[in-house]
């Protein structure tokens, strides 16, 4: 869905779609970029490519994006920590000494030691190569005389983002949303 300035917002369902369009909340959009309340989506014939929704008659396409017609702000969901963001934040780079070597030679490393009461979050997880994790060890940075690249921080929500971790592919209807948000 795209807010009424065409920025990406959030990812819905087709369940969702349906009922915002029907009840005049949005405007689905077609590939073409074209806007279309309820009755002339309803018109539009589903192709091969498209996902349809039974109905009595014949099908009805589902739409790929939606416009809302009142809502202008950016919705900022924050991200999942896990080990594939912390390294997805990090660019694959080790943090300690700039390398970047495959995924299997990454590990996870607490700034603060678990050992020392240091948590599980972003501010304290980075990507290190497994050469400067076992230098590092158990101690602080700073007891290791290494210096992170970058202090960590949690990672900034976008449209784009949240399709890169959560979904396995995008629909090339995206595209013009997702260049410009």
């Not at 819905?12 to 349906?18: I, K, L, Y």
């Not at 970029?33 to 018109?43: K, V």
């Not at 590990?107 to 501010?123: A, C, M, Q």
Request: aromatic residues 8%; charged residues 25%.
């Amino acid at each position: 869905m795209v807010n009424r300035f065409f920025q990406p917002v959030q990812i819905t369902t087709a369940r969702r779609a349906f009922l915002l369009l029907f009840g005049g909340a949005a405007l689905a959009i077609d590939e073409a970029g074209d806007l279309h309340d309820f009755c002339a989506w309803r018109s539009l014939p589903v192709r091969d490519k498209d996902d349809g929704l039974p109905i009595v008659g014949g099908s009805l396409r589902v739409p790929r994006v939606l416009h809302l017609r009142r809502y202008d702000r950016m919705r900022r969901p924050s991200i999942r920590l896990t080990r594939k963001n912390v390294m997805l934040r990090d660019a694959h780079q080790c943090q300690y000494c700039a390398r970047r070597p495959p995924v299997r030679d990454l590990n996870i490393d607490h700034v603060l030691p678990r050992s020392r009461g240091g948590e599980d979050s972003w501010e304290n997880l980075v990507t290190a190569c497994r050469t400067c994790n076992l230098r590092k060890g158990w101690r602080t940075p700073d007891e290791a005389s290494m210096r992170l690249i970058r202090q960590p921080v949690p990672p900034r929500w976008s449209a784009t983002m949240q399709i890169l971790i959560g979904l396995p592919h995008a629909f090339d209807e995206w595209s013009p949303f997702l260049k410009a948000g």
